[in-house]
């Protein structure tokens, strides 16, 4: 393809008078289509429904150490379901998670919540200092920068590259500043570049020396096993071992549920780190909780077995996932492949592609878009305060529609960066 | 029985000897019991299996309103189980009714939490002030005294009459301190006594007129369908309409769950209030969960259908609790009744019975009874920093125990209370 930056003012006004009357005919097509979030397919829970059947009235409700899953007792998970997600994080022992209810957010969030209040291990409570700040790699996720927001933490961007976040920034900034208490990070397939952090990224994050002793890294390991392919997969070391090794055990409190494994809102969910972490965190649940939902993470436990069942479980939700992630690059490809306009990652895992359209399009292009009936994640929503800079990213989540509506949809998306780079351009060359 | 006070001197060593040799015999047969929570039998959980049996592989999982309940979406509780939750909570509209996760304490925590962070509908962030205080009707539930201690609130504690706390007091401490930012209550067979506020009481209530704009009443009806009797139910009338009524609609968080219904820490918990709070609460939801497992919330609905359905079920299992309740009642009155040395109360429902013994002797009882091997509540668990100041009440929790196990531990409790009571008028009259 030729690129739309050789072409003259008048070969781009003769294609954006094209485009424009493509995009009239588009519109009148009413399309209604979310691809907004990072949404399982009916068709990927459809093929999972035996979980359902796991338990029954007949069934043995007891754990392996013989706890009455039905009635109260268990704070912190029961112990199949620790290994479970120890085994499923990469976590060497059992004994540094604790699995809680149904949403790694709502583990997030607490525990931004208790440092608030109660601080880190001794600290001041976060509400008491004048000004507690956060790393937020971005591009990153819009949930993520929505908590610090909530409590009134003040954000600071800091660039991603295909390793990871940049940690010359990451070291210097962490290093120099007692009111950074905290990083965001999603470490493998991550929201919304699908990157995977390097081996030499998560040692720098696990050799951290920070200003502040109450700095936490955040490290959100949600597409741990959502692998898009059997061969070509991304490997991460366990941040938790690392930090451990390089004599920071404290440092990290690591995340991660089954949201997309089995049910969004019906999963269970749960949190790594040190002793001394988990150990304050229990102090927190006794108060705060009867406990966790046992049933469902007996249920769980009792249909995945093990890492391989988990493994051999998400191989299926892949075969559903990859024909529309390789449609989308498909349509990509062919529409915008060289005509230098834009830029897409490659993903081989995780729910997202992230898209790079021309400084100052993003916006335009999501509103275009959503005015032809395709909702995309708002343009912004990757960065702290919902601003990108130079608004380029949007975010796709090509999960939830059918391959035929994901067609529809990214030849849709394809028309709209062209009409609103070809306008660029235009004004441009003015 | 003669009363212990009339009994001289040389009666009373004479007693006391064959009681420490009574004792001493107990000790020797090794009870290991416990006693001390309000929880279900396993008889209880056994005889409502099949609701394990609603969702299978081949249910139909949507709401009524076409949800899919196996994915995302839905922030705040799937419509039915707002209806039946607030039908159960005697709350007249559903559209005042929150359904969550898996327990009304975690609600309880947040509700506070919030409070601490981010005010009361615009009020400052509670975490902010110099001083918070909240009333405690004592006796009351340990875990709500535990949840403001916890965020270093200081606790006042109120009595409790056979009406609920004593009004007088709490109107008066109400009304003149603006650090008084809320009162724990469990308004229906209260925990520990079994008592229910009358309705003079909830109107009280309904129109107190707080010196703070951010005093809350926090009303944990945790035991509003647990009745042991078919006939002779207490009433309570719905604090959130008599709010409304009073004028003072946002004055109210009200709580409850399915706890002790379906399954502690596998039911569902819902939160009553007027729109502004709960609008105040969903936007903290929207950043703190992607929403409450709704594949659980939709089991209860289907199984349970409705309030009647609700009553049908409590009554199979109050058939396994009365006998419970009437047998530590009875020995309680064979072996105490008319000694004046103790008195206790005849709750209707609810999971307690409250004891109160001579003061200063509740600790002793409790720790008699340990020795023993019968666990019982910790004497001043029911006030506010575990302190009872008379140390007389005990918490007695008849319902875990199988009624010959609950036998033999109740001759031991009065066993130890008479050794302990004997000892203390032997010292009176030393």
Redesign the interface.
Known sequence: MKSYRDLSREELQQLHTQLEQEYKEAREKGFRLDMS?G??A?SQ?DMQ?????V?????DYKTEDGT???????LDGIPEAKKLMADMMGVERPDNVVVC???S??IM??TV?RC??HGVLGST?W??LDKVKFLCPAPGYD?HF??TQ??GIEMITVPMTPEGPDMDAVERLVSSDQSIKGIWCVPKYSNPQGYTYSDRTVKRFAALKPAAKDFRIFWDNAYVIHHLYEEDQAELLDIVGECEKAGNPDLVFEFSST?KVS????GIAAMAASKANLDEMRK?L???????????QLRHVRYFKNLEGLNRHMRRHAQIMRPKFEAVLRVLEEELGGAGIAQWTEPKGGYFISFEAMEGCAKKIVDKCREAGVVLTGAGATFPYGMDPQDTNIRLAPTLPSPEELAAATDLFVLCVKLVSTEALLEEKA
């Open positions: 979030r949404k399982p009916a829970l429904m035996d979980i359902m059947d338990l029954s009235s007949s069934s009455d899953c039905r009635n109260y007792g268990v209810g149904n949403a957010l709502t969030y607490d919540s608030m209040t409570p509400c008491r949930r929505a908590i909530h409590f949201s049910f969004p809102g019906g927190s006794t108060i705060q909780t009867i406990g966790p939902d046992k049933l469902n």
